[in-house]
């Protein structure tokens, strides 16, 4: 069954950083293009970030451009989320979703999302 | 950016059919996609590209699109149809995903 697996969340204070990653199985990973999503408590959802197929095309959502960076590595199917300068208002759980298809260019709705890790910035 | 608008929530008897609006600027022109969340759990896509379903949701689930709303139509709800759903879209202008503000659906 196609998989994917956060982890590295934690507490973390405000302005420090964290690195979260997400672990792929059981599907080709380097055709697919990976989100970050990311849902604040009782709140919403909220995209984060996205990272095409080989890593050409990422975009970012202006309230996380500038302090996190997505990256990929696709020999170890594994997706990554530097997050830098971090804020009360950045906790959250985190989620990693796969594309629909394979490359697209951040397009395409996302089908199969891990469970989420949970992020939470606080002194 | 685009801006998504859903109603905070719908309520529909067992049996009944819930229609979830998404209403947008140009919403006609793009593929919305619908997520399903339940208490707890990540979200599940449950249709894409306007009014296609992806294998595995029931046939209950429809789309559609008409002028500047999107409908997502539950049909014959049933009590595990209880859950938040969200709209979403890819702004072009932006490069972004852009979620609606996500609506609850109440089984009474």
């Known amino acids: 069954q196609v998989q994917l697996v956060e982890s590295g969340g934690g507490v973390v204070q405000p302005g420090r950083s964290l690195r979260l990653s997400c672990a792929a199985s059981r599907f080709s990973f380097s055709r697919y293009g990976i989100h970050w999503v990311r849902q604040a408590p009782g709140k919403g959802l909220e995209w984060v970030a996205v990272?095409?197929?080989?890593?050409?095309?990422?975009y970012y959502a202006d309230s996380v451009k500038g302090r996190f960076t997505i990256s990929r590595d696709n020999p170890k199917n594994t997706l990554s989320l530097q997050m830098n300068s971090l804020r009360a208002e950045d906790t959250a759980v985190y989620y990693c979703?796969?594309?629909?298809?394979?490359?697209?260019?951040?397009?395409?709705?996302?089908?199969?999302w891990g469970k989420g890790t949970t992020v939470t910035v606080s002194s | 950016s685009h801006v998504l608008t859903q109603p905070p929530s719908v309520s529909v008897a067992p049996g009944q059919t819930a229609r979830i609006t998404c209403g947008g600027d140009n919403i006609e022109s793009k593929n919305i996609h619908w997520y399903q969340q339940k208490p707890g759990q990540a979200p599940v896509l449950v249709i894409y590209d306007i009014t296609k379903r992806p294998s595995g949701i029931p046939e209950r689930f429809s789309g559609s699109n008409s002028g500047n709303t999107a409908i997502l139509t539950i049909s014959r709800v049933e009590a595990g149809d209880e859950a938040d759903y969200y709209c979403?879209?890819?702004?072009?202008?932006?490069?972004?995903?852009?979620f609606g503000g996500g609506t609850k659906l109440t089984v009474l």
């Open positions: 990272i095409s197929h080989d890593g050409r095309k990422i």
């Open positions: 979403q879209v890819w702004d072009s202008s932006s490069d972004h995903w852009v």
């Open positions: 979703a796969k594309d629909i298809n394979t490359y697209c260019g951040g397009d395409c709705p996302a089908d199969v």
